[in-house]
């Protein structure tokens, strides 16, 4: 598991780094520095990329049924995981 490039890349984030991150990003709370590090991953990233366009999706659906203020970000993640678990149900079929 452990990635031997990583000395390389203390500017470029883990995945697990990003996903951490997307929510802020969306809300564009984060240094136009973390912000450009975001992008640029999910750039090359095929495994982020698809989680942060799910959830631009479901934060514009939340922020649409002005829940966004009140759910706290365990609970947004929690929904955003049933979410994603369904939409991977869909594809399994
Ligand atoms: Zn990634």
């Not at 997307?22 to 450009?36: A, C, H, K, R, S």
């Not at 990233?45 to 659906?61: G, I, Q, S």
């Not at 829940?67 to 079929?93: G, M, N, V, Y």
Request: glycine share 2%.
């Amino acid at each position: 598991m452990t990635d031997s490039s990583a000395s390389k890349a203390s500017t470029q984030m883990t995945c697990s780094e990003v996903i951490e991150r997307i929510y802020e990003f969306l809300d564009g709370e984060l240094t136009p520095q973390v912000e450009e590090q975001i992008r640029a991953h999910l750039v090359v990233c095929k495994r982020c990329y698809p989680e942060f366009e799910h959830e631009r999706v479901f934060l514009r659906f939340l922020e649409k049924r002005a829940q966004i203020e009140k759910a706290p970000p365990s609970l947004r993640k929690r929904i955003f995981q049933a979410l994603l678990d369904e939409e991977t149900a869909r594809h399994d079929t």
